[in-house]
């Protein structure tokens, strides 16, 4: 099957379960969590059937909702020229495990992969600078994260719930660290932060915390 998923950006699906997403600019926006299935993804008859997905180059950035509860997602591949992710484009699924992020991606949006319970790792690219608010909240998996020095803002919640953490490290060119930012990151046990600009209750609730470096 197949269809158009933006102005000038199109998607198949094969039998195996792997969606293609192919053209340029970015896709639409949509609203995966009504009962009006006009305004849900396009691919929405199929949801569950699909395991993979692969963005091709010329794709600059995935709307809002356009994955959320693609609960048998495990497996995707995104190409240099994207450079946003929207809000919630990735929330609930279940089954992914890992991420890589590609160097071209300067934006995360709000909600982006909140409640990816399974998310273990994600490998971030060197040219990313906002991660937004519960971009990662309720990942109780996600551990070992390294963030490229490209980075300037963490908005609020962003890890929030984020138990499986237990170190973090903040790079000097981060210029806002939003509020419970790391809330209640039950394991986090070291903060290093190379920078002054840290909101209140960054890391209120993270009862394990042992060591705070500031530099």
């Given at each position: 099957?197949?269809?158009i998923?933006?102005d ?14 192919a053209?340029?600019g ?9 009962t009006?299935?006009?305004?849900a ?5 199929w949801?569950?059937s699909?395991?993979t997905l692969?963005?091709?180059e010329?794709?600059t950035?995935l ?9 048998n997602?495990?497996n995707?591949t995104l190409p240099?020229s994207?450079?946003?992710?929207g809000?919630q484009?990735?929330?609930d699924c279940a ?18 992969f909140?409640s990816?319970d399974?998310?273990?790792t994600v ?17 109780f998996s996600l ?10 803002t963490?908005?609020?919640d962003a890890f929030r719930?984020c138990?499986a953490l237990?170190?973090v ?5 981060v ?14 046990q070291?903060?290093y932060i190379y920078n ?11 009862d ?7 530099s």
């Amino acid at each position: 099957v197949t269809g158009i998923c933006g102005d000038a950006a199109y998607w198949t699906l094969d039998r195996e379960g792997k969606l293609t997403i192919a053209g340029t600019g970015t896709t639409y926006d949509v609203n995966d969590n009504i009962t009006d299935l006009t305004e849900a993804s396009p691919w929405i008859y199929w949801k569950e059937s699909i395991n993979t997905l692969i963005v091709e180059e010329g794709i600059t950035a995935l709307g809002k909702d356009l994955f959320r509860g693609h609960h048998n997602l495990a497996n995707v591949t995104l190409p240099e020229s994207l450079v946003s992710i929207g809000s919630q484009t990735f929330r609930d699924c279940a089954n992914l495990t890992y991420f890589c992020f590609p160097n071209g991606l300067k934006t995360i949006g709000h909600m982006a992969f909140y409640s990816c319970d399974n998310l273990k790792t994600v490998t971030f690219g060197n040219s990313l600078e906002t991660i937004g608010r519960y971009s990662f909240g309720d990942c109780f998996s996600l551990q070992g994260i390294v963030f490229p020095e490209s980075l300037t803002t963490i908005e609020s919640d962003a890890f929030r719930n984020c138990d499986a953490l237990t170190e973090v490290t903040i790079p000097q060119n981060v210029t806002y660290l939003g509020s419970m930012a790391f809330y209640s990151c039950n394991n986090l046990q070291s903060v290093y932060i190379y920078n002054q600009f840290v909101s209140s209750y960054a890391f209120s609730v993270c009862d394990n915390l042992r060591t705070v470096v500031l530099s």
